[in-house]
């Protein structure tokens, strides 16, 4: 069961990260949501507020490379994969909007794979 405080201050935390980071066409957001079993990374344009890519650790290309998918080994070849995805459609720069987790663990190893393949965070 999820605690009431913990989810409101995660709630207050992503309003006040979302007020500065926007993305747009050029530069789109970059946007992680970590759940106990998976990680779920999308780079949306909030100009048009469609989603220009997304991928989880849900996918088999990153399936076939970790054993298990809620660890940092997983977070980083998400963030590897996205990386060179973008780099495929033109993307060389997005805004990182960890969505209200703290930036370490899982979701710092999302941005620092991305950056590894060449996106400019």
Do not use: W
Not at 37 to 58: P, R
Not at 61 to 71: F, G, H, L
């Amino acid at each position: 069961m999820f605690d009431d405080r913990r989810s409101t201050a995660r709630r207050l935390r992503q309003t006040r990260v979302r007020r500065k980071v926007l993305g747009s066409a050029a530069r789109p957001r970059l946007c992680v949501f970590r759940s106990e079993k998976h990680i779920y990374a999308q780079l949306i344009s909030d100009d048009t507020g469609e989603t220009l890519l997304a991928s989880s650790t849900l996918v088999s290309d990153v399936r076939s490379k970790v054993k298990k998918t809620a660890n940092v080994e997983a977070a980083r070849v998400l963030g590897q994969l996205i990386g060179k995805r973008c780099l495929e459609k033109g993307i060389t720069n997005a805004v990182f909007d960890r969505n209200g987790f703290l930036y370490h663990g899982r979701v710092r190893a999302v941005a620092e794979g991305a950056r590894e393949a060449g996106l400019r965070i």
